[in-house]
């Protein structure tokens, strides 16, 4: 087990995620990244934020995805015994902009899966 304290970030291989993880790398924290993004794509992101000091792993899932989840929350608990932090940045916009009346129950539901339900159900299975 590790003894760091560890930051879930969810949506911390860029952007604002990014800017959080920095943050929380340079307050000491080990980080689980998570992201939809194949690892090969984030290295320069994680190679940055190991160079501060920090443990970082990165976790491929889609937190829309019930499946997702808890295979993400299976793998950081045994990788590191604990979670002490959970950041919920992860979020995405609709694929395409539109008018409310020419928006598609799909796109919708994308949207709110990633956004609103993702969130909801990976701070429950943290706690």
Avoid: H, W
Avoid at 103 to 109: C, G, I, L, Q, R
Wanted: hydrophobic fraction near 40%.
């Amino acid at each position: 087990m590790n003894s760091r304290r560890l930051a879930i970030v969810t949506g911390g291989a860029r952007g604002i995620g990014f800017g959080i993880a920095r943050a929380l790398a340079s307050e000491g924290f080990a980080l689980a990244i998570c992201g939809r993004s194949d690892e090969t794509r984030v290295t320069s992101a994680l190679e940055e934020l190991r160079s501060i000091g920090s443990e970082v792993s990165y976790y491929s899932a889609d937190i829309g995805s019930a499946e997702d989840r808890l295979r993400l929350v299976d793998a950081i608990y045994a990788d590191f015994g604990k979670v002490d932090v959970l950041v919920n940045n992860a979020g995405v916009a609709p694929a395409e902009r539109t008018d409310i009346l020419e928006a598609s129950e799909e796109s919708y539901d994308r949207v709110m899966g990633i956004n609103q339900k993702g969130p909801y159900f990976l701070t429950q299975e943290v706690a």
